[in-house]
Nanobody, 113 residues
Framework: QVQLVESGGGLVQPGGSLTLSCVVS????????MGWHRQAPGKTRELVAH???????IYADSVKGRFTISRDNAKNTVYLQMSALKPEDTAVYYC???????WGQGTQVTVSS
């Protein structure tokens, strides 16, 4: 059974930083395409970053240069380092294996002064 547990969200001021974690069980992140998505109130869920099995990373234009996706194979965990945060980054953030319908509970990120 696949389980994904996101954590690390919180309230941060504009310009601040946060690092999100996604602990995964039931699949091996090293061999999967893992992604971080976000959903803001009233908006559809969007993919903001993903990491290929080979380690290549791809970002949405809205976060390029500010967010970094990475993984720790030994911990079977995927991370999203976020910096220079903006109010428009406010959303619930989720990780998942792309192409599947397995989702965790998400973690809330609020960027506000």
């Amino acid at each position: 059974q696949v389980q994904l547990v996101e954590s690390g969200g919180g309230l941060v001021q504009p310009g601040g930083s946060l690092t999100l974690s996604c602990v995964v069980s039931g699949l091996t992140v090293r061999t999967a395409i893992m992604g971080w998505h976000r959903q803001a109130p009233g908006k559809t869920r969007e993919l903001v970053a993903h990491i290929m099995a080979g380690g290549s990373t791809i970002y949405a234009d809205s976060v390029k240069g500010r967010f970094t996706i990475s993984r720790d194979n030994a911990k079977n965990t995927v991370y999203l380092q976020m910096s220079a945060l903006k109010p428009e980054d406010t959303a619930v953030y989720y990780c998942n294996k792309l192409g599947t319908n397995h989702w965790g509970q998400g973690t809330q990120v609020t960027v506000s002064s």
